[in-house]
T-cell receptor
């Protein structure tokens, strides 16, 4: 079973920040938090990952709480092309266990 | 920059036929994975190769499924005597030696009729 809990769906207005939460209360010390997204009928796309510290790249920011029991993926200026299913995964090895993710719909 | 390449992208086959999917990983990646995804679900791990060695197989990989990576480069996933329950997207992914970040291909859709 997936070690993460995500809301099944969210809406976001185009141009606004999309904040996608993820709970991982049983995360262990060596496990990273990974985020992927999947646009309809395509393979999952890597977004970002982190261990303890907040991370930022050209796609998104990842905020991990101090106790590491939850995290938030932030898409700073959502566009229609960000409409996708977003998966939060915690793992310390190569084997990912996906949940059902959050279906983000960006609205014009 | 070439990503993970999968072929064919779509396959329709009759129940009982054999099918084979090919995966070409990112060139410098020595780890290769196969996942399966059915509608409405997240991808499920099937198997993992490090170079040519198959190091882990999921219980989802029944006897009708076989994966190979003969020269440590491309990989094939064969499904024998296909069943309707095999209809899914088969995803290949790869990663480098020093990272657990895996990169997925676009997937191969299988429809068994």
């Amino acid at each position: 079973d997936a070690k993460t809990t995500q809301p099944p769906s969210m809406d976001c207005a185009e141009g606004r920040a999309a904040n996608l939460p993820c709970n991982h209360s049983t995360i262990s010390g060596n496990e990273y938090v990974y985020w992927y997204r999947q646009i309809h009928s395509q393979g999952p796309q890597y977004i970002i990952h982190g261990l303890k510290n907040n991370e930022t790249n050209e796609m998104a920011s990842l905020i991990i709480t101090e106790d590491r029991k939850s995290s938030t993926l932030i898409l700073p200026h959502a566009t229609l092309r960000d409409t996708a299913v977003y998966y939060c995964i915690v793992t310390e090895i190569y084997k990912y266990i996906f949940g059902t993710g959050t279906r983000l719909k960006v609205l014009a | 920059d070439t990503g993970v390449s999968q072929d064919p992208r779509h396959k329709i086959t009759k129940r009982g036929q054999n099918v084979t999917f090919r995966c070409d990983p990112i060139s410098e990646h020595n780890r290769l994975y196969w996942y399966r995804q059915t509608l409405g679900q997240g991808p499920e791990f099937l198997t993992y190769f490090q170079n040519e060695a198959q190091l882990e197989k999921s219980r989802l990989l029944s006897d009708r499924f076989s994966a190979e990576r003969p020269k440590g480069s491309f990989s094939t996933l064969e499904i024998q005597r296909t069943e309707q329950g095999d209809s899914a997207m088969y995803l290949c992914a790869s990663s480098g030696q020093s990272s657990n970040t895996i990169y997925f291909g676009e997937g191969s859709w299988l429809t068994v009729v």
